[in-house]
């Protein structure tokens, strides 16, 4: 067994929801969940969320701004372009968990303005995930090692009001996947 040679940015979980209200069809919401533990900018917690909840624009929940504009300039605004954007709002929040990642996971994040919880169901079995800086889509400057969870369920809800759409069934290296997951173990690297 050999030491990755990359230098590790930051570690932790990204779960993440996808919902269309068809298959295949555009996003009608797409969350993008961090807990981080260890981070140039210190631990800390960000929900990025856009949905027909959030009138179809960008939202930004987090207990650590420094961390929250980090991940933007950096991971966050490689994976969806328009987080790159540091003139959008941070929302100060607290977050909490409940569940495990065999039957149902649930975060909560609360603000002065807002309640959400996201949650996963009808988990399947975890893949492995390890990416190398400079490979993947689009050749990412980034590489990560992360274990997927895929969900055949999940629900999201802001101030009582469930997102429409759903989760659907994919297909990643041959295993079962979908387009929602728990991401656990989450370590994103660049070259040294």
Request: negative net charge; proline residues 6%; hydrophobic residues 35%.
């Amino acid at each position: 067994m050999s030491a990755d040679t990359n230098r590790v940015l930051c570690c932790g979980e990204n779960p993440f929801i996808r919902l269309s209200e068809t298959d295949g069809g555009p996003e009608t919401t797409v969350a993008s969940y961090w807990r981080n533990v260890m981070s140039p900018a210190g631990p800390g917690h960000v929900l990025y969320l856009n949905s027909e909840l959030t009138e179809n624009s960008w939202r930004i929940w987090s207990d650590n701004i420094a961390m929250t504009r980090w991940l933007q300039e950096t991971i966050q605004g490689v994976l969806i372009p328009e987080l790159a954007d540091l003139d959008i709002p941070v929302e100060e929040a607290t977050f909490e968990k409940d569940g495990d990642p065999h039957r149902f996971y649930t975060e909560y994040v609360t603000a002065e303005d807002a309640s959400l919880s996201l949650t996963w169901f009808n988990l399947g079995d975890p893949l492995m995930i390890h990416t190398q800086p400079g490979t993947g889509a689009g050749e990412r400057p980034y590489g990560v090692n992360t274990v997927l969870i895929p969900a055949a369920g999940t629900r999201l809800v802001m101030d009582g009001v469930q997102a429409s759409g759903r989760s659907w069934e994919r297909d990643r290296d041959g295993r079962p996947f979908s387009t929602s997951a728990l991401a656990f173990c989450e370590s994103w690297t660049e070259v040294r």
